[in-house]
C-alpha cells in the first residue's frame, strides 16, 4: 500500500490501466488484482486533481459527411412504432432454473429521451410446439422485467435418458403503444445451476439455410449440445452433422442427424463422437453443421459430464 500510495502522489491522474503497465502488477498472476483495484479506487476518491481530470469534458469529434447526411434523413422522417420478435431455447433439469430478462432503457441511459412503456409477451412452448404459457408484461423504465420460464416445462418429459433434460422455447414479442426511442430493449437468458450460470442475447430467427459452430473434442471435461427451435407455424426439415474436420482427419465418417421438427417444435441434441473414432485425439476443433429449410434457431451448449452448468452461444450472425 505504501507503494501505491507514492505512485498516486507522484502521479495524481494516473488512470488505473496505464498503473498497471508501468508498474507491471498483475501481468504473471491475476490474483491480486480485484484487490488492488479496490485500494486505488479508495484512494483517488478524495483525489481532487484526479477527478477533475477524470470528469473534464472530451473535446467532440467532428461527425463524418455521411453521419451528417444521415442525421439530416432522420430529422426528417416520422417515428414508427416497431414490433419485435425472438425465439429462444428453454431447458429444464435438476437445479438448471432458465431466466428471460427484458429491459427497457434509452441508449446509454439517456434521461432526456425515456422510453415509453413497452408491453412485452412471452410465449412458452413445449417440444411439439403446444403453448403451455403466456402472458403479457408492462414494462418501464429501469424496471426490467425478469421471469423463471424453465419451470414451465417440469411435467414435459425429458429428452432420453443419457439427456435428463426437458427442451422446450420461450418466444418474446414486444410492442411499444407510441413511437418512442430504444436502447437496452434485447432480452437476455441466463441458465442458473448448482455449479454456475451462464447467458446469452437473444436474435433474430435465420430465414433457412446452415449455421457453423465450431467445438474442441474434449469428452472427459465437456458435453456439447445443438439445440433446434422450429420459428415458423410450419414444420420443417432439419440436417444436423459433424464432426467437420476438413483436411486434419480426411477419412473420418460425418455422422448425420435428420429430423422433421413440428411447427413452433424444439430439439435438444448431444454431440457425441463415437468411440471407434479413436484416431480423434483430445483438444482436436472440429465444426458442426446445422441446416433447415424454414425459419430455425440453432444454439450450441456446453457443459461439464454431470450437466450441472451451462454457457451457450449463438452463431455470428442471423
Known amino acids: 500500500m505504501v507503494d501505491l500510495r507514492a505512485l498516486l502522489a507522484e502521479n495524481p491522474t494516473v488512470e488505473f490501466e496505464t498503473m498497471l503497465r508501468q508498474t507491471g502488477a498483475g501481468s ?4 491480486c488484482l480485484l484487490n488492488l483495484e479496490y485500494h486505488y479506487t479508495e484512494m483517488q476518491k ?3 486533481v484526479f477527478r477533475k481530470s477524470f470528469f473534464k469534458q472530451r473535446p467532440r469529434q467532428k461527425k463524418s459527411i455521411k453521419r451528417r447526411c444521415f442525421d439530416f434523413i432522420d430529422s426528417l422522417c416520422p417515428m414508427l412504432r416497431t414490433n419485435l420478435s425472438n425465439t ?3 431447458i ?6 432458465q431466466s428471460v430478462i427484458v429491459a427497457n432503457d434509452a441508449n446509454f441511459y439517456d434521461k432526456h429521451k425515456k422510453p415509453e412503456t413497452v408491453t412485452v409477451e412471452l410465449k412458452v412452448r413445449n417440444s411439439q410446439g403446444k403453448c403451455i404459457y403466456r402472458e403479457n408484461f408492462s414494462v418501464d423504465t429501469l424496471s426490467p422485467l425478469e421471469i423463471v420460464v424453465s419451470d414451465f416445462l417440469a411435467n414435459e418429459p425429458v429428452v432420453s435418458d ?27 437468458v441466463v441458465i442458473d445451476g448448482p455449479d454456475g450460470c451462464g447467458g446469452v442475447h437473444t436474435q433474430g430467427a435465420r ?25 415458423s407455424n410450419r414444420p420443417i426439415n432439419i440436417n444436423l452433422s459433424y464432426p467437420h474436420l476438413g483436411e486434419k ?27 471407434e473414432f479413436g484416431n480423434i485425439e483430445e483438444e482436436t476443433a472440429f465444426d458442426i453443421r446445422c441446416k433447415a429449410d424454414g425459419p430455425y434457431k440453432a444454439l450450441i451448449f456446453s457443459a461439464p459430464p454431470n450437466l450441472t452448468n451451462f454457457s451457450v452461444d449463438h452463431p455470428d450472425s442471423s
Open 207 to 231: 430465414a433457412r439455410g446452415e449455421t457453423y459452430y465450431t467445438t474442441l473434442f474434449r469428452p472427459a471435461d465437456d458435453r456439447t449440445f445443438i439445440s433446434y427451435n422450429n420459428c
Open 46 to 48: 478524495g483525489n481532487e
Open 88 to 90: 429462444m431455447p428453454v
Open 92 to 97: 429444464y433439469g435438476s437445479g438448471i432454473s
Open 162 to 188: 443419457d439427456i435428463p433434460l426437458a427442451i422446450g422455447s420461450v418466444e418474446v414479442r414486444r410492442w411499444w403503444d407510441r413511437p418512442t426511442v430504444r436502447g437496452t430493449t434485447r432480452p437476455q
Open 28 to 31: 504473471k498472476c491475476t490474483a
Open 249 to 275: 482427419i480426411p477419412e473420418c465418417e460425418i455422422l448425420f442427424r435428420n429430423e422433421t421438427i413440428p411447427a413452433y417444435g424444439a430439439r435438444f441434441y448431444e454431440i457425441a463422437i463415437p468411440t
